[in-house]
């Protein structure tokens, strides 16, 4: 269950995908403030699973994007979650963040409207809508609703929500004083069977009732956790960077872990064995959506086409500066401005790519990413994006997987974690072209910005 997407994909226990159903999502709002709709998302979910009902469907893995938070009370949702995109009053923002724990503790860096999940449970609790309830985080709220049984996860707990200090592997300072710990459900491990299907899914799905549901996982933790089922990235030192409505670098240090920038939208994530993951992240499918519109980037019949288009944007000096989510990533306080701006699309969808390629590259840079760099997701396809990513660190062997080995595969690697992906690995061929100097000229226009 993603920001964007909702997807449910169907797999065999050879590690092969059958087949997927997307749902596209969108907010609603209940009184005044943007929520997730959950209630649709519920009922596609039951249609989704009710179409595959002629298969032995065995177990449901439940996935989620981070920085979200359900309240059950009596049984039942209390209310639509919030949007993780909502904004609080700005007297409400400061009363939180003065009562925040400092980013040693608990690698969440203050972050925009509800990312800190901290900030939406500050706000519910102003309102008096925690009271005798029970909470979840977003991907073992369908746990909850395809069992009825509810539980906390690490890796939702870990996604900068400020309530998880990873050292401890405990609830933040913050979390038990304000009595939230004591309020989420008590926790399991992502791997966990939690339950069978509720009777009354298991009949208005056509499913067996037999049918184990797992704890699951937040999404940017499943593509690290498919990622590690590679030889390549198995072990030793390795950078993931999962791509979606958010670009996520993970890395797992041969050593000891670097210090990491708290303004820079860097954050220790943790795995779903509870481990540190030092992350950097910005909001990249987004931003790249409101330069190109649905034109999109990673359509493989475009790909040609985009790579054609380099040179002329080169040549032009056409780039975009940071930042088009702003608060978000490496570059939270720069404005996003064209120079020389690309006039006809094709140009503009690779200068687009282009962007991305030269925000991950900062990014990387934040958390000392070296070595071996997995590039997974719907961008990996992005050939303009993956290419110039490539070029612009020489040092590093950039891979991407020539078949799907994405979140979904890292859910089912918990049903079976000896699965290995069928799709092999391919190095990436740097893209042509002087990229160090675009860099150089990118990176000098926002110091003179500053």
């Known amino acids: 269950m993603g920001k964007t997407l909702s997807k449910v994909s169907l797999w065999d ?55 979200g938070v359900a309240v059950l009370r009596d049984g039942r949702l209390a209310f639509p979650p ?30 925009p409207h509800g990312l800190n999940f901290g900030a939406q449970l500050w706000w519910l609790e102003a309102q008096s809508l925690l009271e005798g309830s029970t909470l979840v985080p977003w991907a073992q709220y369908w746990a909850w609703f395809l069992t009825g049984t509810a539980v906390s996860e690490v890796t939702s707990l870990g996604c900068h929500s400020d309530l998880w200090d990873p050292a401890a592997g405990a609830f933040s300072p913050m979390a038990v004083q304000l009595g939230w710990a004591g309020k989420f459900a008590a926790m399991a491990h992502a791997g966990d069977v939690v339950g069978t299907l509720r009777p009354d899914l298991a009949a208005a799905t056509g499913l067996a ?33 999962s791509t979606g409505t958010w670009f996520v670098a993970m890395r797992r240090p041969a050593g000891a872990a670097p210090a990491l920038p708290e303004g820079c939208d860097c954050l220790v994530n943790v795995d779903l064995e509870g481990r540190a993951v030092p992350s950097a992240r910005f909001m990249g499918g987004r931003e790249i959506e409101f330069m190109v519109g649905d034109a999109g980037v990673d359509a493989a019949a475009d790909q040609d086409a985009l790579l054609a ?91 991407v997987a020539d078949s799907a080995s994405d979140v979904s595969f890292g859910a089912l690697r918990l049903i079976d974690p000896a699965l290995a992906p069928e799709a092999a690995l391919r190095q990436v061929e740097p893209l042509a072209g002087d990229l160090a100097a675009l860099r150089k000229v990118w990176r000098a226009q926002m110091e003179i910005a500053a």
């Open 82 to 111: 919030l949007d993780y995109e909502q904004d609080f009053p700005d007297d409400v923002i400061a009363e939180y963040r003065a009562s925040r724990d400092p980013f040693g503790v608990t690698g969440s860096p203050a972050l």
């Open 309 to 399: 288009a380099v040179p002329r944007v080169l040549s032009a000096g056409a780039m975009l500066l940071p930042t088009l989510a702003p608060g978000c990533g490496p570059f939270p306080a720069h404005e996003a401005r064209w120079l020389a701006e690309p006039q006809d699309g094709l140009a503009r969808r690779a200068a687009a790519c282009l962007y991305a390629a030269l925000v991950t590259d900062a990014a990387l840079d934040l958390i000392g990413a070296r070595d071996t760099l997995l590039i997974e997701g719907r961008f990996a396809a992005a050939a303009v994006f993956v290419r110039a990513l490539a070029a612009l660190r020489p040092a590093m062997r950039v891979l």
């Open 13 to 67: 226990r050879a590690g092969r995908r059958l087949g997927q159903q997307v749902r596209a999502n969108a907010p609603v709002i209940a009184e005044g403030m943007r929520r997730l709709d959950a209630e649709a998302i519920g009922a596609w979910l039951t249609e989704a699973l009710a179409a595959w009902a002629a298969h032995p469907v065995e177990a449901i893995v439940p996935v989620g994007h981070g920085a």
């Open 209 to 241: 009732p037999t049918v184990r549901v797992l704890a699951g996982l937040h999404d940017s933790n499943a593509a690290l956790h498919a990622a590690r089922g590679f030889a390549e990235v198995a072990e030793g030192e390795a950078t993931v960077l």
